[in-house]
């Protein structure tokens, strides 16, 4: 069994910066592609970026430019580094590994 924990959430003005992490542990016996979503109030969750096993990205259109997925495959763990934060970036931020999700970090952006 995955497990998933976020971090590296919280509350920063427009414009700021945050780098959020993902870690997995337990059954992992291969790399795999995996994605980070968001969930902003009263909105449904939407995906914002994913990266193959090969390290090939994709961006969800809001983000092109402002946001970056990498990944450290020896530490099993999945990062977004988030750029010109806007009042609109603000939601829960989730992970997903092979349908398994992690418990959310929480973006706050203040205007």
């Known amino acids: 069994q995955v497990r998933l924990v976020e971090s590296g959430g919280g509350l920063v003005q427009a414009g700021g910066s945050l780098r959020l992490s993902c870690a997995a542990s337990?059954?992992?016996?291969?790399?795999?592609?995996m994605g980070w979503y968001r969930q902003a109030p009263g909105k449904q969750r939407e995906w914002v970026a994913s990266i193959t096993t090969g390290g090939n990205t994709n961006y969800i259109d809001s983000v092109k430019g402002r946001f970056t997925i990498s990944r450290e495959n020896a530490k099993n763990t999945v990062y977004l580094q988030l750029n010109s934060l806007k009042p609109e970036d603000t939601g829960v931020y989730y992970c997903?590994?092979?349908?398994?999700w992690g418990q959310g970090t929480q973006v706050t952006v203040s205007s």
């Open positions: 997903n590994r092979m349908g398994v």
């Open positions: 337990g059954s992992i016996s291969s790399i795999v592609p």
